[in-house]
């Protein structure tokens, strides 16, 4: 049988076992189809979209819920994916990369957005 782990326990169990913590990465394929299957039949009872807050909400679950500090939630979002892929300019808030930049309030809700350094919202 399959089972789940949600990610902000897997970080936290990585980070217990000593796993680097630039090893840890949360991404995802936004909008990427799932499906689930009756356990008894095998047979598929739905087709599902992956969100696009989901690393988001993977992030704010790490902090709040499993302990996790801000700054390690926030790095394996974000420098941890961009250096692993070789996203040179993405990754890091410094002075000539790319903008994407989110504000959050305390609840983790996106009070501003900025991509390809433009203001969205």
Request: hydrophobic letters at 45%.
């Amino acid at each position: 049988m399959d089972e789940e782990i949600k990610p902000s326990v897997a970080l936290k169990l990585l980070l217990e076992s000593g796993v680097p913590i630039k090893h840890i990465t949360f991404t995802s394929d936004v909008c990427g189809s799932f499906s689930g299957f009756d356990p008894e039949s095998g047979k598929l009872i739905r087709i599902e979209m992956g969100l696009p807050d989901s690393i988001l909400r993977k992030i704010k679950e790490a902090v709040t819920e499993d302990g996790i500090p801000l700054e390690i939630a926030l790095r394996v979002a974000t420098s941890n994916p961009a250096d692993i892929l070789k996203l040179t300019g993405k990754g890091y808030f410094r002075e000539n990369l790319g903008a994407d930049i989110l504000i959050l309030d305390a609840d983790f809700k996106i009070v501003h957005l900025m991509a390809n350094g433009k203001m969205v919202k």
